[in-house]
Each structure stands twice: as structure tokens, then as C-alpha cells.
């Protein structure tokens, strides 16, 4: 089992950046393929972002590809998403994710989740 917190959200006018951070604890952070994904008020839940147990294959959902970023320090215990270019539709709760099975892009796929940050961008 695992315990995932995440950290970083806030207010940001567009075009502005973020850093989320998640901290795990528990299980073996590397055990863990892990994920970002998103929830805008009214709306499913989508995925952001993924990434591998060691950080060598990274996914992206076509809406955040080359603004997002996601990584991962094993060292740390720690998952990041950093985020530029920032934009009202990013708008939403973001959550950590962690999957012992392979990286996934569904949220089925997880087992773990945080509780969410709040992002919310300005115009």
C-alpha cells in the first residue's frame, strides 16, 4: 500500500507556470508506475499525465503535450508535474495516481490516489 500527498496547486493568471508535487509513502516508491490526472468542476475525470516505474517512458494527453512535464524522483519519494503556458481549461483538482501494474493512461489502472490539489488560472 501507499499514501500519496499531493502539494503546489494555486491561483495563476494564463500563461503562468506551476510545480505539483506528489509525496508517497509506504510501499516502494519504485514499485509504482505512476500518474496525473484531472477533474474540472462538472466534468469526468481525465488523465494528464504518466509515468514508469524508473522515469523511462513518460505519457501525455494530446491537450497538455509539450506545456506538461511530468518526472519522478525515487530518491525521494516524490512525482512532479510541472506545468508553463498555463491555461483557464487546465482549470481543476489534479491527482496523483500510482499503479503497481504497468504505466497506464485510464484510471482504472490505479490503485492509489491523492486527494487533490486545486489549480485554478485566471484569463
Known amino acids: 500500500q501507499v499514501q500519496l500527498v499531493e502539494s503546489g496547486g494555486g491561483l495563476v493568471q494564463t500563461g503562468g507556470s506551476l510545480r505539483l508535487a506528489c509525496i508517497a509513502s509506504?510501499?516502494?516508491?519504485?514499485?509504482?508506475?505512476m500518474g496525473w490526472f484531472r477533474q474540472a468542476p462538472g466534468k469526468e475525470r481525465e488523465f494528464v499525465a504518466a509515468i514508469s516505474r524508473f522515469g523511462g517512458s513518460t505519457y501525455y494527453a494530446d491537450a497538455v503535450k509539450g506545456r506538461f512535464t511530468i518526472s519522478r524522483d525515487n530518491a525521494k519519494n516524490t512525482l512532479y508535474l510541472q506545468m508553463n503556458s498555463l491555461k483557464p481549461e487546465d482549470t481543476a483538482v489534479y491527482y496523483c495516481?500510482?499503479?503497481?501494474?504497468?504505466?497506464?493512461?485510464?484510471?482504472?489502472?490505479?490503485?492509489?490516489w491523492g486527494q487533490g490539489t486545486q489549480v485554478t488560472v485566471s484569463s
Open positions: 509506504g510501499r516502494s516508491f519504485s514499485s509504482f508506475a
Open positions: 495516481a500510482a499503479s503497481p501494474r504497468v504505466v497506464a493512461t485510464v484510471s482504472p489502472a490505479y490503485d492509489y
